[in-house]
């Protein structure tokens, strides 16, 4: 008998200000991005191409950041929610500096808050991530909380503080990722719209009208690709004892189909800058098909750049069921289609 | 509410002459390379390692003509075809330079011909598509018509004109993506082969043996990877309501399945010089399986070259009937198993 | 009509000493590395980060062995095993050579044992095959023996022997695969346990815990990327007709996974050194979950060396049963769910 394994974390064992470094350090490569590439079909140019992205003041096209997201996030799963009941939300997620195939990427986290619940059983943990590259430089740092099961009820929980939490990343935190576009260089025709940040309204909807079905081998290839190891994706078997009786789909393989559906509209938002917050609404399984719409909440300048401008997108996306009448909730229940409620800053040009 | 969608161009949207650039390039990758190799299973020495490729006078192994062919494709779709009926033909598909990984392609088409159909609710629309590199290089040039609907039936068409097609390409306009081939150092043993050009005859045929069935997550992975963006291939619950009720393969998939099978056969085919004609005879749907047979249709020399001669090749895909009969027509009617019936030039060492 | 395609061979047409130089061969690139890190999700940190193989001494990540060893053993298959009726066992497997992205692989095989079965209708092929880099440096030596059909019951072998293989490959032939070793800056955290070789003990058991469902698309994107042609992978509709009715999980799949999934109890031990045995005790098909476990059967320092030490594992896996009773025989007789027996040399840092 042996305990190599890994138990996972339960939550009298996590404990305010502890820093986890999590393992597994990954060089995102050409093949990460063809791959993401297949998966989601995303048609940004400055991603998609290196001649654009050089052209308008990229070193070489950038990695997709919730590529980067998704690989920075994976790594704390063994950490952090291996015992996880739910992934509960996620704040103020600041795009920091752009990463090119090539970068390693490691992450850290900091425990931020503790928050038993009442049952006793289970509590919320709060950890900021942040995603380091082979030369420390941070290029993605979050905030998520999550609700993770106790091993034993009885275990007294020595600091409880639930932090407070801004809903809203300001705009003069945004940009760092982004280097100064040249305007003159940005070809609209190649990016595939001529609609830029001038042309967007607050209060504004948009039905991204396309539908993308998702089979088992896709969203296990994404999630294993991001060496995301929660269980409940990968064994069938296990699962079948749920209460679902299926494989979940990982949460972040239902946000990369959103935004790569999101061009259809969206084209010139070539780059997400942050993430306010964000809510897995429902479960999503395989067969279920993928739809999206978005609803421009607000519209900001970038302070002391006339490059891009910002706009704050509520993405949201849907199984089973078309956008055109953009559903989202009834009173305070979300339509039962919706699976997605996210909260985005995303960079245009002007 | 919004119009920022790409709503596509109806028939009347289309006139003769319009030069159309398409949205998004795309840099080739070892990626997309390693990808290709993994959906379709091809093993052509020439693209499969760059040591073989360099020693009989590649600057490095360069990507598969129909991964070329697919992306430049591609890139018409959003703008040409989102409202087709059907993809009807292809003719005069030149390769025209080399593509490595590193290289950037775009697309451009211009409109060469438009004829309503006489019940005026669609028309075919004749477009040339010429895919090029981040250098400005042609790298692909090809004719395809395609049959689109009208927005208003009662729309009139200004101009109407059905181009004429060679129904094959010339032989001296052969061999512009193939470099000057160091027949000494064409090792046969690691291309898989003895027969070259000089053992193959006209009127051949050759039943490529293997089968190879499709399944969803397969064909999608292909499609999106080529930023190929018809709904038909990914939407399951839009299609559960059409004529088929499954989502339809893109039929360069079934081109790139029948190319990796007919190895065994052509193992000396390494290079796709031209796409003469091509049809899409019947759809396929994931579960079927795909088998393919060639008929040499014809050998001629290249002009003022001795190291490579062209065959050819009718390429005929079935789906889940072996090809050991050859199956292909039945007075003018097409056996019910054919899905693809393609016209290629092949270049093969002498 | 034509001969032309590759009809396999038989097993009257092995002889004993016969070399066979395998078609095909392969860069194997970032973009393989992506795709098999989709496939299995493995996260030891020497093959995922360039960082962390720089920072102990590797040139640049190296390739997975794993995958090394599929692409080397994917060429035969045309030449060995395209009538087999089955892979019977390995042994002898050594790993030579570090392989990094950009190196171009090619096999070449011995025969080395023919044996006749008493019904004379097949024979087993005893074959050792290398595999060789660019530069003629042999990376991978391993020995499988396969039975293969007979064309004809009664042709007459000329010459039998049954070689007489180790049972284990000597711990002094370890480690040509592996650079010396800077313990001081392998970190166990980005590593991912702090267990090292001096941790294990001979005869301990280690339950790998998770579970990994696998889907037709999955195997098949994998055995092409390998290029590896056995039709039993493939043709749904052929295989419709065999006795299983199924397609076949190439075996290496089930290797490739269990080794992913060893992860989980055996982080540290970053390469494996040599393959001792195997045996593929039962069939996987689409639809089953594998689990596996080990067992330390060896425990050796390598001679000269203070850097690393080798732990000798016995790597269990099975279908649709988690391994925490490690199943693996009654009696003689495999438990039901074992499908791979295997038997490995892996490094870990003292």
Redesign the interface.
């Known amino acids: 008998?042996?305990t190599?394994?890994?138990p996972g974390r339960f939550f009298e064992d996590f404990s305010i200000g502890e820093v986890i470094?999590h393992?597994?350090?990954?060089?995102i490569?050409?093949?990460?991005?063809?791959?993401y590439?297949?998966?989601?079909?995303a048609?940004?140019?400055v991603q998609?191409?290196?001649?654009?992205a050089k052209t308008i003041g990229y070193r070489h096209?950038p990695v997709d950041d919730l590529l980067v997201f998704h690989v920075v996030f994976g790594k704390t799963v063994?950490d952090i929610s291996l015992n996880a009941v739910a992934n509960l939300g996620y704040a103020v997620g600041r795009f920091l500096a752009p990463v090119y195939?090539?970068d390693?990427l490691?992450t850290v986290s900091e425990v931020i808050g503790l928050k038993e619940n009442s049952n006793r059983k289970t509590g919320v943990v709060y950890v900021r991530s942040t995603g380091f590259n082979?030369d420390g430089v941070e290029v993605l740092d979050y905030v998520r909380w999550v609700m993770v099961h106790k091993r034993d009820p009885e275990a007294v929980i020595a600091e409880e503080h639930v932090p407070t939490l801004p809903r809203v990343v300001a705009p003069e935190a945004l940009g760092d990722a982004c280097p100064a576009i040249d305007l003159d260089a940005y070809d609209d025709?190649?990016?595939?719209?001529s609609?830029r940040w001038d042309?967007y309204e607050v209060g504004?909807?948009?039905?991204?009208?396309?539908?993308?079905?998702v089979?088992?081998?896709?969203h296990?290839?994404?999630?294993?690709?991001y060496?995301n190891?929660a269980?409940v994706h990968?064994?069938?078997?296990?699962q079948s004892g749920s209460r679902f009786g299926r494989?979940l789909i990982y949460g972040g393989h239902v946000i990369s189909l959103a935004r790569a559906l999101s061009f259809?509209?969206?084209?010139n938002a070539f780059h997400v800058a942050a993430i306010n917050g964000g809510r897995h609404v429902a479960p999503l399984f395989a067969?279920g098909?993928v739809y999206a719409w978005s609803e421009i909440l607000d519209k900001q300048p970038l302070p002391g750049r006339d490059d891009v401008g910002a706009l704050r997108v509520r993405l949201v996306a849907t199984k089973?069921k078309?956008c055109r009448d953009f559903p989202l909730k009834t009173g305070d229940e979300y339509d039962p289609a919706v699976i997605l409620d996210l909260d985005l800053w995303v960079l245009m040009p002007r």
Chains 1, 2, 3 share one sequence.
Do not use: C
């Open positions: 008998m042996t190599k394994t890994n470094r393992a597994t350090p990954r060089t490569t050409a093949g990460d991005v063809s791959l590439s297949a998966l989601y079909g048609r940004f140019a998609s191409s290196d001649a654009f096209a063994p195939p090539g390693t490691r082979q025709g190649l990016a595939g719209s609609d042309d504004e909807t948009i039905d991204h009208v396309d539908g993308m079905t089979e088992e081998a896709e296990m290839l994404a999630t294993r690709l060496q190891t269980k990968f064994d069938q078997l296990a494989r259809n509209g969206l084209a067969g098909t089973d078309p």
